[in-house]
């Protein structure tokens, strides 16, 4: 079975700084999708990041990427540039490529921004 | 509007209660999803529809019944919960689309008292 751990229960960063979320996982396939969501104190989850485990190249959007290392099964998030509304909870979650979609998440990080 | 809408967003039930859980997307998903998200723990998947037929049931107590009548539509029926059940309930949709799913869309929970 998947299954994905965050190590970081809390993650605190000065505004402005970078920070950098923990994430590994443990699977026997070889094709997969891997996802960080945020979770805001509004409760709903949204979706930061997405890597497909073919893909060599780490993914980004804007301030956010992240080190993908397939071999050491290891997902990072890295936040650049810390903003105030990045405070939230951060999810890792793992998606098997074929078949029904089913997420497996880890425990979450809880990211604190320091004005 | 946003994509997954979930109703009450709070709820406060007695253990002899029965009440129900209603989640609408408005994103022309094919697949829908209920989670638990407990303190501390990893989001638990309940169930899985996947073009209006339940494929997956994590063996979730019978007092918590699925139904999702369409595409659009899913519901949960509770009835004689524990306090243990107490939790954030996210529902959940996206397009089932074999090898090239997207990613999971999430409502904003219901927070679930159990008294």
């Known amino acids: 079975a998947q299954t994905v751990t965050q190590s970081q229960p809390e993650m605190s960063v000065q505004e402005a700084e970078t920070v950098t979320l923990s994430c590994t996982y443990d699977?026997?396939?070889?094709?997969?999708?891997l996802f960080w969501y945020k979770q805001p104190p509004s409760r709903q989850m949204i979706l930061v990041i997405r890597q497909e485990a073919y893909k060599q190249q780490n993914a980004t959007e804007n301030r956010f990427s992240v080190n993908f290392q397939k071999a050491a099964k290891s997902f990072s998030l890295k936040i650049s540039d810390s903003q105030l509304g990045d405070a939230a909870m951060y999810f890792c979650a793992y998606r098997y490529t074929f078949g029904n979609e089913k997420l497996t998440f880890g425990t979450g990080t809880r990211l604190t921004i320091i004005p | 509007e946003t994509g997954v809408t979930q109703t009450p967003r709070h709820l406060v039930m007695g253990m002899t209660n029965k009440k129900s859980l209603k989640c609408e997307q408005h994103l022309g998903h094919n697949a829908m999803y209920w989670y638990k998200q407990s303190a501390k723990k990893p989001l638990e998947l309940m169930f899985v529809y996947s073009l209006e037929e339940r494929v997956e049931n994590n063996s979730v107590p019978s007092r918590f019944s699925p139904e999702c009548p369409n595409s659009s539509h899913l519901f949960l029926h509770l009835h004689t919960l524990q306090p243990e059940d107490s939790a954030l309930y996210l529902c959940?949709?996206?397009?089932?689309?074999?090898?090239?799913?997207?990613?999971?869309?999430f409502g904003q929970g219901t927070r679930l008292t159990v008294v």
């Open positions: 699977t026997s396939e070889s094709d997969y999708y």
């Open positions: 959940a949709s996206s397009q089932d689309s074999g090898s090239l799913p997207t990613e999971a869309f």
